[in-house]
């Protein structure tokens, strides 16, 4: 049997019951943007790496505010949020050449959200053939790039 390495993982398998803040309120906080891979930090939005992603350069993008509800958020909000996708967009566009992406938001636990607490966007770069019998067949996901790696990457690219 062939083993995947994803070392990243074992941090958050071995504490998400034990997790009390925020990863998008610490990372909007913390001065040094490596320790939580931030890409960006806007007046009202904030960009960062997805650790455990579906793709290399799968990144979320969220509103500084704590705010777990859609529909709470203000126009500037929405509007900064918008900016800042499209502009992950044409940086991840530009250093991985992807296909096609994936864009959107999993609202409330049963839809999937992992933080059901503060909103957020995702973004999955996907390219042709990144769906092939791995996830079918071995339940397991290849991300070829590691979150260091992939931080190195567009952490120059994105700015607003």
């Known amino acids: 049997m062939k083993r ?8 958050y398998i071995s504490n998400v ?17 490596k320790k939580t891979f931030r890409l960006l ?15 290399s350069g799968h990144i979320l993008v969220s ?8 529909e709470n958020l203000t126009t500037e909000e929405l509007t900064d949020m918008n900016i800042c996708i499209k502009e992950v967009l044409r940086a991840l566009k530009n250093k991985f050449k992807p296909d096609g ?16 607490g503060h909103f ?6 996907r390219w042709n053939g990144d769906t092939n019998f791995m996830p079918i067949l071995g339940e397991t996901k290849v991300v070829s790039m590691s979150p260091e790696e992939t931080w190195h990457s567009l952490i120059d690219e994105i700015h607003v």
Do not use: Q
């Open 4 to 11: 995947l390495w994803a070392p990243w993982r074992s941090k």
């Open 17 to 33: 019951d034990n997790i009390n803040e925020c990863i998008f309120c610490r990372a909007a906080k913390e001065p040094d943007p």
């Open 41 to 55: 930090l806007t007046g009202k939005s904030l960009v960062i790496l997805n650790l455990y992603p579906y793709n």
């Open 63 to 70: 509103p500084i505010r704590h705010e777990g509800s859609f």
């Open 101 to 116: 992406f994936n864009i959107g938001a999993n609202l409330g636990r049963t839809a999937g959200a992992g933080i059901p």
């Open 120 to 125: 957020h966007m995702h973004i999955v770069p």
